[in-house]
DNA sequence: CTGAAAGCGCTTACAG
DNA sequence: CTGAAAGCGCTTACAG
């Protein structure tokens, strides 16, 4: 079923129907209607193909994850984003193309050569560590690129990450006025955009509250995998000497932390408080319920799909946007 | 950029560039080496949309999140399926297109229409509930369809689900042998295939244990999500007669249901005992550790992506696949 | 081993 | 208000 089977049909030209798909101004409401009607019947559907073939446009986002060792659908906290995102872009009338990291074109992982192959009109690009080279030609290309917790650079390029400084900042505020004074460091052993700056901060919080900065206290984890988050605790552990309390860059490594300590039966937060990063669901259900600093998901999801959408549309000048993090109080962070 | 230029460059036909891209096998090895050198040096692509359109194959499978209240990326069970199934399905050389439920083309909802309209070559279906009737005509349709479960019964379906009788009867066996006879449901106010059957088999596992069924002790909830199984627990509650022990459908009921008994100094597992069913991640960490029957979802994508292929390219006969769930001890449900 | 040409299903100036 | 025709970038018999 194509789009000449159904102008024989109306008996009128290609063109024309074309125009009736498109909503042109410039055609009889008679021929407009017995098109349509006709359509409707036949359950005609134009070919997406052709139309991009003819028009340059995909409507169509590519959403990739960047990044050697990149989260894809496994972490939380970004499909989260992700969803949030999705359902903001599509209601702005875009699909999402995933690129599979797994294979493509002559083994090259070549980002932008596959999104002008699918001729994607714009990418969400997902942080992840290791990112390689191939993402800075798609930032820097003329495809319009919103980041998330990765800076782009590019001339159509923008990018939305909390603040990750105030995120630390935070924590050791709020471990300050709790009472405790001894804090550790449960941090990730790559460099990342977030991870670097999570840390530079945290340092810095505590000199400006006049904290001492105890290098035994600081441990740091393979990856963001919870089980990652319980073998670096496991190490702290280890090592004999226990901070009062531990700020742990991401939820899913506090919750390795919680495990390995009600392993080793120490109290949490009577012996060592925590206090994680993202807000996660499971912060709710954990034993103790995880004190954390929240990371607007929603808000960062929907602004990324609006943003996007006027890069694409508007030429809007890209900017970065920091989305404000909050301090939910649970349970894993008592008083001293 | 496109394969004119190339053959132009190269001093052939754009019909040999073609062959060399697609590797057929009668080209001169001069030639093939001297033109593959050339693309590689401008970097060029071929475009999808062209090649789809002469081809009818676009590489690209389709994921749609069926029914009224679908899960979207919010559900992690489907979440990790999902990103098993991606991993596999990118392995073997596709991408994955998923459709937004917002807003299509006139405003129609229709699955078939938009999945000839991007030419995908397959589909998986993720379960939701009210399924809408353009999801049956998907897949009754000549596109290899997968369902997760969702029962599809099209020619060229085929559906992945667990035992979902034999979850429920894994549970109501672990509460008989852990000593447990009042029992009751945590399930969901919603027309699933799924928590149908689970509900049904939990009766009929009552009966083959000769348990008492007591309709005071079931608690349906609005949806899937944690708040509702909160409010559905404390519903219970507040109805004065609690049973020793609860089956939830779902992990996410099962936090919820936590969380009120915790509200409501209820101890878990020495007041009521408590299984719930997926294995999420935060089962982990939850307070108490809890008890759930495992699905296996790193299975249940890695097969849903080979099946699917299977179908697409040799015609293999579509099955339904049963995968076995596994039920894990932690600490919701002790002995009574 | 290589190439000319028709065709895939649309859109878009342009002419009327 | 409507239509003829060129073009988007590929593939694929078919001919040589």
Chains 1, 2 share one sequence.
Not at 232 to 255: H, N
């Amino acid at each position: 079923m194509n789009i000449k089977t159904i102008a024989k049909m109306a008996g009128v030209s290609v063109a024309t129907v074309s125009k009736i798909i498109n909503n042109y101004a410039d055609i009889g409401e008679e021929t407009k209607q017995r098109v349509l009607k006709i359509m409707n019947d036949v359950g005609y559907m134009p070919s997406s193909s052709a139309k991009t073939l003819a028009t340059k446009k995909s409507n169509l986002i590519g959403v990739v994850f960047a990044g050697q060792l990149n989260s894809d659908l496994s972490h939380p906290y970004f499909v989260s984003v992700l969803d949030a995102f999705k359902r903001q872009i599509g209601l702005l009338g875009y699909d999402l193309l995933f690129f599979s990291n797994e294979k493509f074109f002559r083994e090259k992982e070549d980002y932008l050569a596959r999104c002008r192959h699918f001729q994607v009109e714009g990418c969400i690009i997902i942080a992840g560590d290791q990112v390689e080279p191939s993402v800075n030609l798609l930032d820097s290309s003329d495809i319009p690129c919103i980041g998330i917790d990765i800076k782009l650079t590019g001339n159509n390029s923008a990018y939305l990450t909390s603040d990750n400084a105030k995120i630390s900042s935070c924590a050791v505020e709020h471990f300050y006025m709790s009472g405790y004074r001894d804090i550790g460091f449960l941090g990730i052993n790559r460099v990342t955009e977030v991870t670097t700056t999570r840390e530079v901060a945290f340092k810095e919080a505590m000199n400006m509250f006049g904290l001492n900065i105890n290098s035994d206290w600081f441990t740091y984890s393979e990856d963001f995998e919870g089980e990652s988050g319980y073998q670096a605790m496991k190490k702290l552990i280890a090592r004999g000497s226990l901070p009062r309390a531990i700020f742990a860059v991401t939820d899913l490594l506090a919750f390795g932390a919680l495990r390995a300590m009600k392993e080793h039966q120490i109290r949490v937060p009577d012996d060592v408080a925590i206090i994680g990063c993202d807000d996660l669901l499971a912060c709710q259900y954990s034993d103790p319920a995880l004190t954390t600093i929240k990371q607007d998901k929603e808000k960062i999801g929907k602004l990324a799909a609006l943003m996007l959408y006027d890069m694409i549309n508007q030429q809007m000048d890209p900017k970065v946007i920091i989305v404000e993090p909050e301090l939910v109080v649970r349970q894993s962070c008592g008083g001293a």
